[in-house]
């Protein structure tokens, strides 16, 4: 018997302090709640598979990011951190624990369901600079990632849950651009994202060059590798 933790709220938005305060609460005070009462229960699961993120590594560079790598030091970093340590309270009571470490996902909602409107009018470009390493995942992935951690009882800990193709911001663009058969005419810049979305702008526009390279040591194999197969498929479903 497993069990899995996936409640959080959606970062999509302005982080003023009470959006803040409201990510802290569900994500990690709610998985404090949860493993308090999984202590007390008589038969306890095997394993807790709790959601976490890629920005657990914050703005990186071109530093390879692998699970063993340290946190960064923005706000998203420090949620991630807190929501791990808590996850990982459920060990004391003998039941293995696994962190999903998640990039953005690709799938129906989400972060594509925001950005297509505007590729799908022209608009859609690289964000900032557009050198920034852009990790992601198909949602079909993700699953199996879940399924597959469950089953594989010698997995524990964070496990990056990317794919293999890790691309920069800018062909992330290029390509999604040319499975839509439509232009890109502008970046967006800087400022503008700043603007619109205050602190989160900076976290879009950070660079995590994530590896999952405990999924590569498990054997875990990839429906979409590639980030064009990727989009292909989904945008077939959209």
């Known amino acids: 018997m497993g069990t899995s933790h996936l409640a959080g709220k959606n970062i999509f938005g302005r982080l003023n302090k009470r959006v803040k305060q409201e990510i802290y609460q569900n994500r990690v005070m709610g998985t404090k ?6 202590s007390m229960l008589q038969q306890k699961p095997k394993v807790l598979v709790s959601a976490s993120a890629v920005g657990y590594y914050g703005d990186r560079g071109e530093e390879d990011l692998y699970e063993d790598s340290g946190p960064g030091g923005d706000f998203l970093s420090e949620v991630c951190v807190n929501w791990e340590k808590e996850a990982q309270e459920a060990e ?18 989400g972060l594509l369901s925001k950005i297509l409107p505007l590729y799908k009018w022209g608009l859609g ?13 198909h949602i079909e992935d993700i699953v199996g990632i879940y399924t597959f951690v469950i089953e594989r009882e010698t997995i524990k800990g964070p496990v990056n849950s990317c794919s293999l193709e890790i691309v920069r911001n800018e062909e992330f663009s290029k390509i999604l651009v040319g499975v839509l058969g439509r232009p890109a005419f502008l970046k967006v810049p800087k400022f503008a994202l700043k603007l619109v979305l205050g602190e989160l702008g900076r976290e879009i526009l950070a660079s995590q060059k994530v590896q999952p390279r405990k999924l590569l040591q498990n054997d875990f194999s990839f429906k979409f590798p590639d980030l064009k197969s990727a989009l292909e498929n989904i945008l077939t479903k959209l």
């Open 33 to 38: 709640n949860l493993v308090n009462t999984l």
């Open 92 to 109: 004391k009571f003998g039941i293995r624990t696994v962190q999903i470490r998640t990039a953005p996902v690709l799938g129906p909602g």
């Open 125 to 137: 470009g690289p964000l900032g600079h557009g050198q920034q390493w852009f990790p992601w995942i």
